[in-house]
């Protein structure tokens, strides 16, 4: 028995789509995330230690604890294990080792179309024209799918790349793109995309192989257009120190928006949310982040239906704002940051809870401002010192920056 400890993690969204790709054989010869070496070697020259060629890193980040000879279940974000990854090296946050398949992924929608390349092999001729697709095929791009087919006599292989949100969107694409093209087959293959083009394309290509294309035909990138402002779902967080105002100000900007019409609102203060969806936390650094994170899951899913989330919570740390500004911008929603920067002397003699003053005196730990830090952000999208500033006059400078967006009509 090892003495290594047994850890779980859930990987983010990019990493679970490449352990899934890892696992079903797709990014063969890959059977495990990349270590420091091999990293380097493909940012250097495209290709792993052994000359492999290979055009991405593939890496994950785990958590300090997970040292090397670890074993970490990886789990979905439900909690399912999907495989055992044992720790080889650590390089910072990030590991590298081999994965072992523990259960098999819980897909959502169009689940009967996600299949290993080697199952999709098998049913397939030896000529296929294998098309990734991120986006609709237009009807020129059909027409040059169906002429190379064609030309190749070969068999066409639909791959859309499902990953986040637009996933349905495309497999629909890639199925009206199929009863174009007689004898066509579909199979959804969770490639996330790569910010660099030519190396998407390369990752593309190299997974079209390992399902079974002799050819591989990219199609066009989509055209994303989007919508206007006031139809774009938007989150609007307030920070500062308690007493800062921002409660006050996030309610009056509530009733604001509740007054002219035109938007669902939905307002999360700190202290609510703390009483109900964070109920039981503590006021250390890992509780503070956790409560945060749940906010901005809460807000998330809010302006993912084109609502508009107002938040007002202390959120101290810079980098657990980030990553609600993160959680926003990834459902495809706008997010913007108020910092309201009353300074702390002020916010000391409103001190209408008296929670200050029993701060001073050792009665509550941690206490942002006092006992526990509060990091001033750097990337606030509006700042406001609500000292001796009316509480209308300081939900109009945040409703007119509103308007001024566009977000608000």
């Known amino acids: ?5 047994e850890i779980e993690w859930t ?7 490449d352990l899934e790709l890892l696992l079903s054989g797709a990014f063969s010869p890959l059977t495990g995330f990349l270590g420091a070496a091999d990293v380097a070697a493909v940012l250097a020259r495209g290709q792993l230690a052994d000359g492999t060629p290979w055009p991405d890193p593939i890496t994950i980040a785990l958590p300090e604890e997970a040292g090397v000879g670890s074993r970490v279940t990886l789990t979905d974000p439900e909690g399912a294990a999907l495989a055992v990854l044992t ?3 650590r390089d910072g946050h990030h590991a590298s080792g081999l994965v072992e398949p523990v259960g098999a992924p819980v897909y959502g929608p169009f689940a009967r179309l996600r299949r290993t390349p080697a199952e999709v092999r098998k049913d397939l001729p030896e000529e296929v024209l294998g098309v990734t697709l991120r986006g609709p095929l237009d009807s020129t791009a059909l027409a040059e799918v169906a002429a190379t087919a064609e030309e190749l006599d070969a068999t066409v ?11 349905p969107a495309v497999v629909r694409a890639a199925l009206k793109a199929s009863a174009e093209l007689p004898g066509s087959t579909v199979v959804a293959v969770p490639l996330a995309p790569r910010e660099d083009p030519e190396i998407d394309l390369e990752l593309r290509e190299h997974v079209a192989t390992a399902y079974g294309a002799t050819e591989h035909y990219a199609g066009p990138a989509p055209i994303s257009i989007p919508g206007p402002p006031h139809r774009r779902g938007l989150v609007v967080f307030f920070t500062g120190l308690s007493g800062s105002g921002k409660s006050t100000v996030a309610r009056g900007l509530r009733d604001a928006l509740l007054e002219r019409g035109g938007r669902t609102v939905t307002y999360l203060d700190g202290d609510v949310v703390r009483r109900l ?6 006021f250390s650094r890992e ?6 994170r749940r906010i901005g899951y809460v807000a998330a899913e809010v302006a993912r239906h084109g609502g508009l989330a107002i938040c007002a919570p202390i959120a101290p740390y810079a980098d657990t704002r980030f990553e609600v500004r993160e959680m926003v ?3 495809g929603a706008d997010f913007l940051l108020v910092h309201v920067s009353t ?12 929670l200050y003053a029993k701060a001073r005196a050792g009665l509550i730990p941690e206490f942002t401002g006092i006992s526990a830090p509060y990091e001033e952000p750097d990337d606030a999208d509006l700042e406001l010192d609500t000292t001796g500033m009316s509480v209308d006059r300081a939900v109009a400078t945040v409703l007119n920056h509103l308007v001024t967006g566009g977000w608000v009509r």
């Open 11 to 17: 990987p983010d969204a990019r990493e679970l789509a």
């Open 157 to 167: 292989l639909l791959l859309p790349l499902v990953y986040g949100e637009s996933g």
């Open 277 to 282: 969806l964070s109920k039981g936390l503590t």
């Open 87 to 89: 720790v080889a090296e």
């Open 1 to 5: 028995m090892s003495d290594a400890p």
């Open 287 to 292: 509780d503070r982040d956790l409560n945060i």
């Open 329 to 331: 911008e990834s459902v």
């Open 343 to 354: 300074p702390l002397e002020e916010c000391e003699r409103r001190d209408r809870k008296g």
